[in-house]
């Protein structure tokens, strides 16, 4: 991704690594935030970006040369041996290794308080008790967010 | 053989040297900050191991607000890039020189 | 009402009239005259209406002001028989200065500020009056200096009075700085400013008391009453409108000290009084001999002021707080009355001060004249005007304890009619010497009518015991103590022959010495040299000025020198230098590339983390 000339390589590059993530999140039970994870990065912020992208129609040429192609090369062949690798394992007996996890449960109790647990229920139980007032500050630093951008992309009218 | 949490910290630490790379590197604005939500994924990624093997929900909350926050600035940082594009005609570093002292 | 909230009105109704004559703005100079007057006839009711309701002079409220540690400030009022004997007095003398002010002032275009100031001061005054504590008191004694500054500055355009009122400010300040360190003291030795507590303590181990607080208090007297030799201040502070020296003279400033002598008597020993009375005695004396080199009626007022304050601050060191404050009051009335009778003299002249430039204006202005004369004699004694009550008791009292002061307090009443007698046969007989004086009219009701309530007053006060809701408890005590001396008979007729004789023959005195209506000083003509002597007041101006320029001087020499060297060539030039040096530095990392700052920043967080890890 950060070595790709294209900046529309890049971004596509980048949303793989975003869904990757959202596996590793998958592999840590964390169901809910590998489905934010796709939804909010994958969806939404890399569409934004990749609107911009065609929006402002970056040129193509950028400045990065040394060893471009080296590293590439590597990481294409890493990316070669993991497919082969993990097609190889899903045909073989042999099973991938799996994280050594505590077992958790899936239903949050009052009285469990902040214990992990793979439910979105938990989510809103904790959001709305304990970070209840940050949950507040999120919701007010999103429409600030808002406002600041319709006040900066509108033109400014001596501009016309 | 199993993976432990030095597994998820070493992942971790390699997309965020990825994403300060990407950011020392290029010249590109827009990429700069794809690199910037890369290295916050990083963080994520850390965040919700630890918070997996200490069984405790904050971290996993933490990683929800940091991706709002970063929705919120993707939001902002995009909106000011496109007008300083539409102000220098270009989203190269390189021209974005006026503080220079 | 409680009685709490009647002294909030009565303090707060002059802040009140000053502060809305502030707010109106543009409208200020139409209305400001008459909210200051609102506000003083608001003072006057409501403290009827204070000795109406309450039936004995004796509350005290206090409330925490600050506290810093172990030590706590209060503020608190007390309403006792003096206090209530001066407000009654201010109230009456503030509001006659006021209306007499809405007809001298009209036609000065800066009535609103003129208004505001005269409104605070009345209500710094009243702060002084109801303070319990000394810091209380210090509050508003520097208040009433800022306010005075405010007044007599009010022509600012001339450099006179902008000197007059820097000097009035300055002087004091002086004072105020002993008065301070002495209230300091008092709060190190008894543990509490409250007045009534410190004389409670006292009166438990008198050995509390000592020189050094009773001499660090009395400098503030000294500046706020013009006592020598920081009485420069009070005839410069002339400069000022006429009805403000009225108000400075008669009812707030000069009586502010006195005031506060009267509270802190229990604090002050017996060698520290007694300097007091033979200050106040020299001052008395004093002043009446300069007063004789002054061409200026509001001047010689001023110095007539003096030396009644020094009559003042003798009775009370001798002891009669209770004459002092009889002195006080009836001192106010005649004394508001003279300086709103020269006031009215001086409207009608179109500001000509200079008593040479006046004369014949007996005809020309009777009421003005009548009432202007009934003061002096009141002021000069004459049996049955209210002059002759307190400086009747004064006397008798310094024959009693000591006859050498009760000499010079002779001579220095002798010296009273002198001078009075010179400025009304000059002024108010023979002919115009001017053409101002020439066209000289009587003034308008609105000025003489506070005149002839004041000539009342002037005539009538003398009688304490027709004082009405018991006010003057502490007057009648020390006078009923004077009238049962052994020997008082003989001794009240002793006084009365002497006083009578003083004020005869000052009065025939200059009468035949000066003439009526005479255009030059015949002073000045005879013995130039004894004029010019009494002119120059002792040197007291030219030694301060002397000092300030040669001692003072020097010594600001050499911290300018320091200033500059020091402070502007090394601390603030190398400071400047360093800064410089930095940034020229720092500028180079300054290269505009984000990449740049990007590894600025990675290697400023390496930093922090081998500090944090070390």
Redesign the interface.
């Known amino acids: 991704m950060v070595f790709n000339p294209n900046a529309v390589n890049s971004a596509m590059f980048m949303i793989v690594v975003l869904v990757a993530t959202a596996g590793l999140f998958v592999l840590l039970e964390a169901y809910f935030l590998a489905i934010l994870q796709v939804l909010v990065y994958a969806g939404a912020v890399m569409v934004l970006f990749l609107f911009i992208i065609m929006l402002l129609d970056v040129d193509k040429g950028d400045d990065l040369k040394l060893g471009r192609r080296k590293l590439s090369l590597l990481a294409r062949f890493f990316g070669v041996c993991l497919v082969a690798f993990l097609i190889f394992n899903s045909f073989s007996e042999v099973n991938l290794p799996s994280p050594d996890l505590g077992t958790v449960g899936d239903y949050p109790g009052i009285e469990s308080g902040i214990d992990f647990s793979t439910s979105a229920k938990s989510f809103g139980l904790i959001l709305f008790t304990k970070y209840m007032l940050p949950f507040q500050i999120i919701g007010f630093l999103l429409l600030i967010a808002m406002i600041g951008v319709i006040v900066i992309s509108k033109k400014q009218k001596t501009a016309e | 053989m199993t993976i432990g949490i030095n597994e998820f910290i070493i992942a971790s630490s390699l997309l965020f040297l990825i994403g300060f790379m990407g950011v020392l590197l290029r010249r590109n604005t827009l990429i700069i900050y794809m690199s910037l939500e890369l290295m916050l994924n990083a963080v994520n990624l850390a965040l919700v191991a630890f918070s997996r093997f200490n069984q405790a929900m904050d971290g996993a909350i933490f990683v929800f607000f940091i991706m709002t926050v970063a929705a919120a600035e993707v939001a902002v940082g995009l909106a000011i890039i496109v007008m300083l594009f539409r102000k220098k005609q270009t989203v190269s570093v390189d021209e974005l020189n006026q503080l220079k002292g | 009402m409680d009685i709490l909230t009647i002294l909030l009105i009565i303090l707060f109704t002059p802040l009140v009239a000053s502060l809305v004559i502030i707010l109106i703005g543009k409208e200020r100079r139409k209305w400001a005259p008459a909210i200051a007057l609102l506000g003083s006839i608001g003072i006057l009711i409501s403290t009827t209406g204070l000795f109406l309701e309450s039936q004995e002079f004796s509350y005290q409220y206090s409330w925490e002001w600050l506290s810093f540690g172990e030590n706590t400030f209060y503020l608190g009022f007390v309403f006792d028989n003096i206090g209530a004997t001066m407000l009654a007095m201010v109230s009456i003398v503030s509001l006659c200065i006021t209306v007499f002010s809405m007809g001298y002032m009209s036609d000065d275009p800066a009535r609103g500020r003129y208004f505001a100031g005269l409104s605070f001061f009345m209500f710094s005054m009243l702060g002084i009056i109801l303070s319990s504590n000394l810091i209380m008191i210090f509050l508003f004694w520097e208040l009433v200096g800022f306010s005075s500054y405010l007044l007599i500055g009010h022509y600012f355009d001339k450099n006179e009075a902008r000197q007059a009122s820097q000097k009035a400010f300055i002087v004091n300040r002086i004072g105020d700085f002993g008065f301070l360190i002495g209230i300091i003291l008092t709060y190190w030795q008894f543990g509490t400013t409250n007045l009534e507590a410190i004389a409670g303590a006292v009166g438990v181990d008198a050995s509390l008391i000592s020189h050094l607080i009773g001499g660090l208090l009395i400098c503030g007297f000294i500046g706020k009453s013009a006592q020598f030799p920081l009485h420069v201040w009070l005839p410069d502070a002339m400069a000022g409108p006429t009805p403000v020296s009225a108000l400075i003279h008669a009812a707030t400033m000069v009586a502010a000290g006195i005031y506060l002598l009267i509270r802190i008597d229990c604090l002050l020993t017996l060698e520290v009084l007694t300097f007091i009375a033979y200050l106040g005695t020299f001052v008395a004396v004093y002043a009446g001999f300069c007063a004789f080199a002054q061409k200026d009626i509001k001047r010689i007022l001023a110095y007539s002021t003096l030396s009644q304050l020094g009559y003042m601050a003798a009775i009370l060191g001798l002891g009669y707080s209770g004459i002092a404050l009889f002195h006080l009051i009836t001192h106010a009335f005649f004394k508001a009355l003279l300086f709103l009778g020269a006031g009215a003299v001086i409207h009608a002249c179109h500001h000509e001060q200079s008593i040479d430039k006046m004369g014949g204006l007996f005809k020309k202005m009777p009421i003005t004249a009548t009432s202007f004369i009934i003061g002096t004699l009141a002021l000069c004694g004459v049996y049955g005007l209210s002059g002759f009550y307190s400086k009747d008791a004064i006397l008798i009292a310094a024959l009693d304890s000591n006859f050498q002061l009760f000499l010079l307090l002779i001579l220095g009443a002798f010296l009273t009619a002198g001078y009075m007698g010179r400025l009304i046969w000059t002024v108010f007989l023979g002919k115009a010497n001017s053409e101002n004086a020439d066209h000289a009219h009587e003034v308008s009701p609105i000025m003489s009518g506070p005149l002839i309530v004041l000539t009342l007053f002037a005539v009538l006060v003398g009688l304490n015991h027709y004082w009405p809701f018991g006010l003057g408890g502490i007057v009648s005590l020390d006078l009923d103590h004077l009238h049962h001396l052994e020997h008082y008979k003989s001794m009240h007729k002793t006084v009365l022959i002497w006083g009578s004789a003083a004020w005869i023959v000052g009065l025939l005195g200059s009468l035949l010495f000066y003439g009526r209506g005479s255009k030059a000083d015949r002073l000045q003509d005879k013995a130039p040299k004894l004029y010019a002597f009494l002119e120059s007041r002792l040197w007291m101006d030219e030694l301060y000025a002397f000092y300030v320029n040669k001692i003072q001087q020097r010594l600001a020499d050499i911290l300018s020198f320091l200033d500059e060297v020091l402070l502007r060539g090394f601390i603030i030039r190398g400071g400047a230098g360093l800064v410089g040096v930095l940034g020229v530095g720092?500028?180079?990392?300054?290269?505009?590339?984000?990449?740049a700052y990007?590894?600025w920043f990675?290697v400023g967080l390496i930093l922090l983390w081998l500090y944090a890890a070390s």
């Open positions: 720092l500028r180079i990392l300054q290269v505009g590339r984000l990449n990007y590894l990675f």
